[in-house]
């Protein structure tokens, strides 16, 4: 029997996106870079737990609106579109669709980025944080919060339970510590390129290569 087709094996990988299937370590990020801002104090009272996902959102737009108040969300995914898959993407999810592995991405990242890297590596599930618009396609400030970002392991919950896929046969890949939380709710969790040591202690396996595809074993092993 091959390990991949044991009582236990991978059904469902769920991703993480910035920093993992991307060579960017964050959506949001680059988009400030483009109009050379950074959002740094805001972040600091997000993980302080001053303010929440939206608020963290509206501050993010209003540093862009400095720059372009009528920006608009062809313009966002246009600034996003030259943010390149990180090496080994397209080789990991073809063997793993071929091995009938179900695919996923969970990410606080910005949903136009994660639903072109979907359709590019042909992912079902897309999960990620959107931003709000007029009929003009002007961005209103506020924002569309599908993945909390520090509670994304409640959508992965939730995406099993859609799929009827248990614990034990779910993997996660990510790299940083609010990836934990994907981690706990499945029986594989592999840190790639870890950006800090509590997602490492946390993970099953860990991957220091820049090559994604390097995973595959330790998703497909039963």
Aim: charged residues 25%.
């Amino acid at each position: 029997m091959n390990r991949s087709d044991g009582p236990h094996r991978t059904r469902l990988a769920v991703f993480d996106m910035d920093g993992t299937l991307v060579d960017v370590q964050s959506s949001w990020a680059e988009v400030h870079r483009y109009f050379g801002e950074s959002n740094a104090e805001a972040l600091q009272l997000f993980l302080a737990d001053q303010i929440d996902d939206e608020e963290f959102i509206r501050r993010d737009v209003a540093l862009w609106w400095k720059h372009r108040p009528d920006l608009t969300l062809p313009e966002v995914d246009r600034i996003l579109g030259t943010v390149p898959l990180i090496p080994g993407a397209r080789e990991l999810f073809e063997a793993l669709h071929a091995a009938g592995v179900t695919t996923a991405i969970v990410s606080g990242g910005i949903d136009l980025l994660a639903h072109r890297i979907a359709r590019e590596l042909g992912i079902p599930h897309v999960y990620a944080n959107g931003l709000v618009v007029d009929e003009r396609q002007r961005l209103t400030g506020g924002g569309i919060v599908r993945v909390p970002i520090k509670r994304k392991g409640e959508v992965v919950r939730k995406l099993q339970q859609e799929l009827g896929i248990p614990r034990e046969a779910s993997a996660a890949v990510g790299n940083s510590d609010i990836d934990v939380a994907m981690f706990e709710e499945c029986a594989k969790g592999v840190a790639f390129l870890p950006a800090d040591e509590h997602i490492r202690t946390h993970a099953t396996h860990v991957i220091t290569s820049p090559d994604i595809s390097e995973c595959l074993p330790y998703l497909l092993e039963g």
